[in-house]
DNA sequence: GCCTTCGGATTACGTCGTAAGCTTGAATCG
DNA sequence: CGATTCAAGCTTACGACGTAATCCGAAGGC
């Protein structure tokens, strides 16, 4: 296709078109972004750098590994991030909550891609989300440590920061990548565990229409399910009456007061057993 | 195969083998118990049941819907979980307490499907993991409202619970499933955000393996990385020396003081704003 | 000059989800 | 009872996927 001119706008300075492993990595993000993580194929990814698929594996070792990239790729957002620090400057509350931030914007800038920098497997089971990375972990450690926490205070830390920023972005960022609502409801059965199953419906008859959408996409779909409309009030009279509220967004300041907290409950930790 | 013959052992006392959307969905679980997430394919959960996989068509619309079935009848399990009440007996926080134990069993139970059960995008933003079905949702709202809790904060208890129990879920299970390392470390940039990349080995040399790993699967390896023999002392000093702290297990020890620590949230905003 | 090296294209294979149509045997009804 | 119906399961086939193997042409070093 085009031309046979190479325009060589590379930056390093050596053979090929511009490709790399972090401009391959881009490109998956930003597919992604656009369209779910299922959209970024090595063929959709290719075409975007005007690239045969094959062309990836010289840069890339395999998907899997691509996908790693794009996680790296994400949280090294933080390094860029001009309001958090790579080591305290005002205590280390301040570095934790400019750290929090960081991570929920780079978390909020990908919806898509952040369930993946979540659930991809780490190369050790405490190398954990959102940070995920050693020089990351490593900075964070040795920020507390500086401030005179202890070892078992710092680690305390680290799994409380971990687990906190887990629970809240991904709730947010998962409310901001739902699909389209099924007609049937379809239960095995229901919390009460006494009637067997009083559904009506069953499985749903009318769902020919297919979209591709496992856990490696999950589509854009924004449209939300208005739920004062679709709730069965029968069945679900409490949700049908909270309805609105549950439609409210509250994630900026729950992020706020549970990240104060979260902050409070390492200081009690600092206090209990003092260094 | 076999022979022709028909047991017609079914429950439900119609035509065909016993095939069922919940059998399915219960093959397809297995099979990710067993080998990840990826290890369920149409075919293979179709061998499993001795059935081709097109059959599977006739009880179930598309992959995505089986999957929605697995993550159903996960959650499921708190409908037979015995420690788990349906109303509260004994106030709102031996109901949640009971309810977030519910949880962690499953998600402990099934470690490679628990990331479907919070990454799965959802029918409406605020039917959140890790009850994700309506009758939980409405029961757990009812029960608070029951004990006297006003609508904001029974929608307030709701959110903590959900954001603690995936952070911290995901943590541990996430911790369960863990592959092997890399011998590159390949970061783009380090935390300090001011030297460039100072990596040795840049991109890995020997990786010509491969071993199907996306988002779909997560291998089993439970082999873990020693963290004291392989951490690269000088660049990461810190966790070279808090190794053996960060390999410790503290998770049954955590949930339970995090827990506490939520439920205490909780009791707070209701002393804040009484009904 | 040649020769190595390396980045990209080509081709091809096995597996995946699944659309379309066929087969079959139990349930139903005359 | 035999004819009909029809849902459950089978067969075939297609396009998209990840990727192994191979080839090619140009840039760099000698």
Redesign the interface.
Known sequence: MGSTEQTRSAASGRRGRGLS??RIARAALELMDESG?GAASMRAIGARLGVEAMSLYK?V?????L?D?VV??VV?E???DPDVQ??PQHGWREYLSRLAHGVRRYARAHPHAF??V?????????V??PLR???????L??AL?AEGFT??Q???AY??F???????L??ET?????????PG??????????EPAPVPGG??PT??E???????D??S?TE??N?QDD?DLD?????H??AR????D?FTE?FES?LT?MLD?IAQRLAANPA
Chains 1, 2 share one sequence.
């Open positions: 492993a972090e993580v840069h070792a395999t998907r899997d590994a996908l990239a790296e790729l090294a933080l390094n860029t790579s080591s369930p993946l979540t659930t991809r497997p780490a190369e050790a089971p405490w954990n989300p990375s050693l020089p990351w972990i490593e900075s450690l040795s440590l070892d078992d710092a680690l305390f799994r409380s971990n687990s906190f920023l887990l629970g809240y991904l709730m998962g409310a901001m990548t739902v699909h389209d609502p099924q409801d379809g239960s095995f059965s229901a919390p009460g565990n006494s499985l749903s769902r020919t297919h979209e591709q959408a496992n856990l490696e999950a589509e779909k939300v399910l739920p709730i069945r679900y009279p409490v949700i009456r909270l509220g549950l439609a409210e509250h729950e549970g907290d409950r």
